[in-house]
């Protein structure tokens, strides 16, 4: 396979990048941090490449013939990348995106398709990603009509092991049974933490609609009063309102989702694993993950500013030229890490390289094939390489009958 991809790359090579690129903040950073390690780093990617990349990231599929010819007649990348950002195809993906990361596949507990159709609408109306949150931790209602309640009706045991990852970064699960074994973090701040989340009942409404509701528990004293990580405890029995307040106001928590959307873009994150952070694990550009927290505070957690950042950057459009050894230059960020696709992203590819409407369920069928036993897994970190799809699409999409089309047209219109 890898022959043959090389063999093609030569038979139709790639239009060259035709414009010009200019260094961003994040790339000053980045510049810094390679004149210390004396690293060259990639050149900038042609236009074919990203605007194949682009598309797959923000709108989840590869470019279609006419929007690859379109955009090689004018090769404006900002100007791509405003396009995408207002398609309706973003939200879409987006949200889908974000509701795997924070839901999973499985609907345990709750509804994740009323969850999906709320982050869909947040994204959409680009609500600040504090706010987002906060509604996620603070909901009340059923999941059958409350998208944002079934995140937490999703994890009814000990919900501060996803909270913690999703938001913070942090595996405080480690810290369950027993005292951290590579961070400070003890037993009893896991406990205290968890407890936050005591002040809610479960009430079953019908075989499929679960309502969560507040309750006034006991406020305690000592070790068993909530507290979070920094060391703030609540003042009312307002318990996740005001956990949201400690969260989203925390430093760690800039710090996450701005790794997060760096992960996302450059399929690595400056603190790899993404919810993995921790004494022996830090970031790998200390200053870019520090300038990339002040800039989405600064911006109010307005996440299309913070894309704007990333994708209009040299860092984004650099090669994926990076031999599989080449582990300095990608923790680094001198080559763009290649990504997997999601089989989110093969489907919806496979109907725009055929032309296809998508079929009812089909993709979910998809999904459930790619994945096999591991849809109950935890997806905090999307670009894992799992396994194999050759063979599966043959199987779930139909190949496309006498296409009438050059060599060339049928590469192009597969490749993106």
């Known amino acids: ?16 990048y035709s414009g010009e690129t200019a260094e961003t903040k994040v790339d000053a950073i980045l510049k810094s941090a390679w004149s210390e390690t004396n690293i060259q780093p990639s050149p900038i990617c042609s236009d074919e490449q990203f605007l194949r990349r682009i598309s797959l990231d923000l709108i989840g599929r590869i470019p279609t013939m006419e929007e690859r010819s379109a955009f090689l007649a004018s090769p404006d990348r900002s100007a791509v990348i405003e396009r995408l950002l207002e398609s309706s195809e973003f939200p879409k993906f987006w949200g889908d995106l974000w509701t795997t990361q924070l839901f999973g596949y499985e609907d345990n507990n709750a509804d994740r398709d009323t969850l999906a159709q709320w982050l ?11 706010q987002i949150v906060e509604e996620l931790l603070t909901s009340t209602g ?11 009706l999703r994890y009814p045991e000990e919900p501060v092991v996803k909270v913690s990852r999703a ?9 369950r049974c027993h005292d951290h074994p590579f961070d400070r973090w003890t037993q009893v701040d896991f406990k205290r933490m968890n407890r936050f989340f005591e002040a809610t009942e479960r009430q079953d409404v019908s075989a499929s609609n679960v309502r969560l509701v507040d309750v006034v528990r006991d406020i305690g004293s000592g070790d068993e009063r909530p507290r979070f990580l920094t060391g703030a405890e609540p003042k009312t029995t307002q318990w996740r309102a005001e956990f949201a307040l400690f969260l989203t106001r925390s430093r760690p928590f800039a710090r996450n989702v701005s790794n997060r959307l760096w992960y996302h873009f450059l399929g690595r994150g400056i603190v790899h694993p993404v919810d993995d952070v921790n004494a022996s694990n830090p970031a790998s550009v200390p200053a870019l993950l520090e300038a990339l927290a002040d800039e989405v505070r600064a911006s109010k957690f307005d996440m299309r500013h913070m894309i704007r950042l990333i994708c209009n950057s040299q860092a984004y459009q650099r090669e994926s030229s990076a031999s599989k050894n080449d582990h300095t230059r990608q923790q680094l960020f001198a080559v763009r890490t290649i990504k997997p696709l999601t089989p989110e992203q093969w489907h919806e590819s496979m109907c725009a390289a055929t032309g296809q409407t998508a079929k009812p369920n089909e993709r979910d069928e998809l999904v459930r094939a790619f994945l096999g036993e591991d849809l109950n897994a935890d997806y905090s970190s999307t670009w894992e390489y799992r396994e ?3 063979g599966l699409m043959a199987r779930l999409v139909d190949p496309v009958k ?6 060339d047209e049928l590469f192009v219109r597969f490749l993106g």
């Open 120 to 130: 869909h609408e947040q994204f959409r109306t680009n609500r600040p990603y504090d």
């Open 142 to 152: 059923e999941s059958a009509f409350d998208g944002p309640v079934n995140f937490l």
């Open 167 to 175: 938001f913070l970064g942090v595996r405080l699960d480690c810290a």
């Open 388 to 390: 194999t799809v050759q």
């Open 402 to 407: 006498s296409p009438g089309k050059s060599v």
């Open 1 to 16: 396979m890898r022959q043959l991809i090389t063999i093609l790359a030569t038979l139709f090579p790639a239009i060259a």
